[in-house]
């Protein structure tokens, strides 16, 4: 069992409104309560109104018995901002108190970091396969930075797996720019985009080759761009990456991350599932050739 850290628990833990009671002949649930829970705590926020709100998963902890865990999906508009924001939210509740996480005490390790969001059929898509078999029976998702370092290791490794196993494996790809630590991601990204619209090929593969002669802090967009054109041997003008279309393309894989609560590089699902290892992958072909 885990042990917990019970200072932090009770610090972060909150009553809710009151245990499960009746109203008329009617119980309400742990799921009604923490659902009218969220939908309260998000409304204290003046900046926010709330579009939709949904539990999209929820996970029962025997480490913490009587315990879940709620992943909500939130659509949520920004009124100062003017614009909609799809992101997750996750509560741990037990029907009459909630908190945002359980922390083991002997790892410091998190439990929210155990909840993962499984990869629609509909991330599959044309837009973004990028080797393989479409048809395959695997199929494997990745979210990247070409600017991460583990990235620039991973990401051409798992691209020539694929190609060497054609027939069992489609690899789609999804960019995720980690802009706080890699701004210049976000200018080559974009860049790259362009390319692939003009029907350059084999961009990401050549971005990726030519990865570690980026300055990843660049922030001066025209300095990022003009290295990509020097690189990858093209010639995208700081408009064409400017474009709205561009930019909508772009923000669509970063919407499509939060989704599945991706939050860092790279990220892997295979069939769907979240692959913390980044090696399952690999016995699939072990298991295929049984």
Same mark, same amino acid.
């Not at 833990?13 to 742990?30: F, Q």
């Not at 489609?170 to 720019?177: I, T």
């Given at each position: 069992?885990?042990?917990?850290?019970?200072?932090?628990?009770?610090?972060?833990?909150?009553?809710?409104?009151?245990?499960?009671?009746?109203?008329?002949?009617?119980?309400?649930?742990?799921?009604?309560?923490?659902?009218?829970?969220?939908?309260?705590?998000?409304?204290?926020?003046?900046?926010?109104?709330?579009?939709?709100?949904?539990?999209?998963?929820?996970?029962?902890?025997?480490?913490?018995?009587?315990?879940?865990?709620? &992943?909500? #999906? !939130?659509?949520?508009?920004? /009124? @100062?901002?003017?614009? $909609?924001?799809?992101?997750?939210?996750?509560? %741990?509740?037990?029907?009459?108190?909630?908190?945002?996480?359980?922390?083991?005490?002997?790892?410091?390790?998190?439990?929210?970091?155990?909840?993962?969001?499984?990869?629609?059929?509909?991330?599959?898509?044309?837009?973004?396969?990028?080797?393989?078999?479409?048809?395959?029976?695997?199929?494997?998702?990745?979210?990247?930075?070409?600017?991460?370092?583990?990235?620039?290791?991973? &990401?051409? #490794? !798992?691209?020539?797996?694929? /190609? @060497?196993?054609?027939? $069992?494996?489609?690899?789609?790809?999804?960019? %995720?720019?980690?802009?706080?630590?890699?701004?210049?991601?976000?200018?080559?990204?974009?860049?790259?985009?362009?390319?692939?619209?003009?029907?350059?090929?084999?961009?990401?593969?050549?971005?990726?080759?030519?990865?570690?002669?980026?300055?990843?802090?660049?922030?001066?967009?025209?300095?990022?761009?003009?290295?990509?054109?020097?690189?990858?041997?093209?010639?995208?003008?700081?408009?064409?990456?400017?474009?709205?279309?561009?930019?909508?393309?772009?923000?669509?894989?970063?919407?499509?991350?939060?989704?599945?609560?991706?939050?860092?590089?790279?990220?892997?699902?295979?069939?769907?599932?979240?692959?913390?290892?980044?090696?399952?992958?690999?016995?699939?072909?072990?298991?295929?050739?049984?």
């Amino acid at each position: 069992m885990l042990k917990l850290l019970s200072l932090s628990l009770i610090a972060s833990s909150i009553l809710l409104a009151e245990p499960t009671i009746k109203e008329g002949k009617k119980t309400v649930s742990k799921d009604e309560k923490v659902l009218t829970y969220e939908k309260r705590r998000i409304l204290r926020n003046s900046n926010i109104s709330l579009n939709t709100i949904k539990v999209s998963k929820k996970v029962d902890f025997k480490e913490v018995n009587g315990w879940s865990a709620y &992943v909500f #999906d !939130l659509d949520l508009k920004l /009124k @100062k901002e003017k614009q $909609d924001l799809q992101t997750q939210d996750i509560l %741990f509740t037990n029907g009459n108190f909630v908190t945002s996480d359980f922390i083991n005490i002997k790892t410091g390790k998190s439990l929210k970091n155990y909840i993962s969001v499984d990869a629609p059929e509909s991330y599959y898509d044309e837009e973004h396969f990028l080797v393989g078999n479409k048809d395959a029976k695997n199929k494997l998702l990745v979210f990247s930075d070409p600017l991460c370092p583990f990235c620039m290791d991973f &990401v051409p #490794d !798992l691209i020539e797996f694929v /190609k @060497k196993h054609p027939k $069992d494996f489609g690899l789609y790809y999804y960019h %995720f720019p980690i802009a706080s630590i890699h701004p210049a991601a976000v200018t080559l990204i974009k860049a790259a985009l362009v390319a692939e619209k003009k029907g350059e090929k084999d961009v990401i593969e050549r971005l990726y080759a030519n990865a570690t002669d980026f300055k990843s802090r660049e922030t001066n967009e025209a300095k990022n761009l003009k290295s990509f054109n020097e690189k990858l041997k093209s010639n995208i003008k700081l408009e064409e990456i400017q474009d709205k279309k561009i930019e909508e393309r772009f923000s669509e894989d970063i919407i499509k991350a939060r989704k599945i609560m991706v939050k860092g590089t790279p990220t892997l699902f295979v069939n769907g599932k979240l692959d913390r290892t980044k090696k399952v992958y690999l016995d699939l072909v072990k298991e295929d050739s049984k």
